[in-house]
């Protein structure tokens, strides 16, 4: 049997990833609720994507205790773990890049998300940031709300030596920013309890195949023990 010491620190990175897999859980289902800003920043294809992400983690969890339990010359079980930690590892490295990239185009990905939304989502942001339209106050601005009541109104906001005074791109990807950033970050540190994992697999397996191993040669001696 593996020492306690390694398998309560496969045990404990074993829990982070139960923790991460219901963090991917909740957090894809909790944003998908009506939020501005949220609803804004991440489309229905990210948080469908955490929630696959979260669901192969808990998978990861189930088959990591089914590995534990098996009788201690079974090593099939954790083989099968690390094939699983694998998968594991190119679904958030896969994940993490998407959104990785986002961050690189931000101005132009969500020129493209303010335009399909729909004339009372705008208003409500112009109303939030007191901006109006995206790039300029001519593109994409909606008439109405508190901010941009009239065209009057949006062309004596026009500064030309500030191209982003009182237009929405600037706080809008402001936040994009912030939020995408945490994610793809966080995503990258979930990859760090998946490779912890498969090293703490990796060793148990290796661990069992020794004792394994002295077990067969004590028998061959007779059960005398080494000397």
């Known amino acids: 049997m593996p020492s306690k010491r390694l398998m309560g620190a496969f045990a404990f990175v074993d829990v982070c990833l139960l923790a991460a897999g219901v963090i991917l859980i909740v957090f894809s289902q909790l944003w998908k609720m009506p939020n501005l800003m949220f609803n804004f920043t991440f489309s229905s294809e990210m948080l469908t994507g955490g929630l696959i992400m979260g669901i192969f983690f808990l998978l990861t969890f189930v088959l990591s205790v089914g590995a534990v339990v098996q009788k201690n010359h079974v090593t099939m079980g954790f083989v099968l773990l690390n094939w699983m930690l694998i998968v594991d590892a190119i679904v958030v490295l896969v994940a ?20 399909k939304l729909p004339r009372d989502t705008r208003i409500e942001i112009q ?52 939020t995408l950033n945490n ?10 309890i998946v490779v912890l994992l498969f ?10 195949q020794e004792e394994e191993r002295f077990k067969k040669i004590d028998a061959k001696r007779g059960g005398r023990g080494f000397v």
């Open 199 to 208: 090293l703490a697999s990796m060793c148990v397996i290796k661990r069992r």
């Open 96 to 115: 993490g890049v998407i959104v990785w990239f986002h961050t690189l185009q931000e101005r132009i990905y969500y020129f493209g998300i303010f335009n």
């Open 127 to 178: 109303d939030k940031f007191s901006c109006c339209g995206y790039f300029t106050q001519n593109d994409t601005v909606e008439f109405g709300g508190k901010f941009c009541t009239n065209q009057t109104f949006v062309d004596t906001l026009v500064d030309p030596t500030n191209t982003d005074a009182h237009r929405c791109v600037a706080p809008l990807t402001k936040f994009t920013d912030f």
């Open 183 to 192: 994610t793809f970050t966080t995503m990258f540190g979930f990859m760090a």
